[in-house]
């Protein structure tokens, strides 16, 4: 530190020889009443003022600013170090600054393999669910064939051949209320077979709307069935003296109830209620009838 510093003489705050006002208390400058000078140089008596500076003096510190006290100085046998800088004003806060945008990284090996990871655990997920469907499927088809279709089978099934008996023995009564024709063919009509089903079929069958026709070599029944339509087609022949039904085929939601076969053995159940003694040679189904051709 050099010789002759300049101090403030109202808070002893160290100045440089430019300056006109105090930086720590705002006290005016003058070159000779508002200084008091002090060398670490030359030690002071206790209870001894400091000298004043000379005005013409060129040794000023260079330094940063520090505060000193005079009385300070004297009770420590002639020298004390200035106390810390202590700033006039407190600094002022420091405004945030917001940050920039960042920027989207650039894609690593991590990021790449996200995708990759979301699609496995979206295909573990699906095949998942994809298994537990197919177990409550098997469930289910499981339940339908052991115990479901059996019961509603046997209640269809029932009500079907009940319904093709009253036919069968409605058509044997016509036969044998009717004289030998000349030519041993005897005609039933298809209208007699349907009052048959419409007034003798029971009120809790589960087909409704039943009826039958005959046409092209084929009987057909239609009905609704759990509110959806539906119907059976067989071909009927003659064999071995009887009436006989082949190509037997199901439509619409029976289908899941009854096969075609099943509900082909039951309409040869059914025709063989017919008449034995009269042995049938040929079968035709047309025009809404039924003709049964017999040995003269």
């Known amino acids: 530190m050099m010789a002759n510093p300049r101090y403030c003489g109202n808070c002893g705050w160290q100045a440089t020889l430019d300056a006109r ?79 920039p945008p960042l920027a989207a990284p ?40 052991l115990f479901i279709r059996p019961a509603i089978h046997a209640q269809v099934d029932g009500a079907l051949r009940h319904g093709l008996n009253l036919v069968v023995d409605q058509a044997a009564a016509h036969i044998e209320s009717l004289p030998t024709p000349p030519n041993g063919t005897y005609r039933i009509p298809g209208s007699l077979l349907n009052d048959t089903l419409l007034n003798k079929l029971p009120s809790n069958a589960p087909m409704k709307d039943v009826q039958l026709r005959l046409t092209n070599g084929y009987m057909s029944i239609n009905y609704t069935f759990a509110g959806r339509l539906g119907g059976i087609k067989t071909q009927l ?38 008449p034995a003694d009269l042995p049938i040679t040929s079968v035709r189904a047309e025009n809404d009838a039924l003709y049964l051709t017999t040995e003269s």
């Open 237 to 274: 022949y003659a064999e071995d003296g009887g009436v006989h039904a082949r190509n037997t085929t199901v439509y619409g939601p029976l289908k899941l109830i009854e096969s075609g076969p099943e509900l082909q053995a039951a309409l040869n159940d059914a025709l063989s209620r017919l």
């Open 21 to 99: 006002v105090c930086g720590n208390c705002g006290q005016v400058l003058t070159p000779v009443s508002g200084w008091d000078a002090w060398s670490p140089t030359t030690p002071l008596a206790p209870g001894q003022p400091p000298a004043p500076p000379d005005p013409n003096s060129v040794l000023y510190p260079s330094d940063a600013p520090t505060l000193y006290s005079p009385s300070a100085a004297s009770a420590a046998g002639g020298y004390a170090a200035p106390p810390p800088y202590v700033p006039a004003y407190p600094p002022a806060p420091a405004v945030p600054v917001a940050a």
């Open 106 to 145: 650039y894609p690593t090996a991590r990021s790449a393999a996200r995708p990759r990871g979301c699609a496995a655990r979206l295909g573990r997920a699906m095949f998942t669910l994809l298994l537990v469907l197919v177990i409550l499927a098997s469930v289910g088809v499981g339940a339908w064939a």
